[in-house]
């Protein structure tokens, strides 16, 4: 099993429409630990560590979101898996 860590960045309307709250069950629900948190530009920035099938599934709804989120477009990465966080949580800046 590959673990690996993604770092994205979701732009659109997905600010005010609960996006973090829901990124953070769906990231529990994969097993995946890191975070999630609003921009000042208006976007939102995850950090995701865990399986890199488990992290595709994540990529996969981030790039549609909640109910009431409109995605225009998302960039990510992959990096080295660190290992340094024992949980998925949302961080306010």
Request: charge should be positive; aromatic fraction near 12%.
């Amino acid at each position: 099993m590959i673990k690996t860590r993604l770092h994205a960045i979701v732009y659109g309307y997905v600010q005010g429409v609960f996006f973090r709250a829901n990124t953070q069950r769906k990231a529990i629900e994969l097993g995946l630990s890191g975070w999630v948190r609003n921009r000042n530009d208006g976007s939102v920035e995850i950090i995701a560590e865990g399986e890199k099938e488990a992290l595709g599934s994540l990529l996969s709804w981030c790039k549609k979101g909640p109910p009431g989120a409109r995605v225009d477009r998302m960039e990510h990465s992959w990096e080295d898996f660190k290992g340094e966080f024992s949980s998925f949580s949302i961080r306010y800046r």
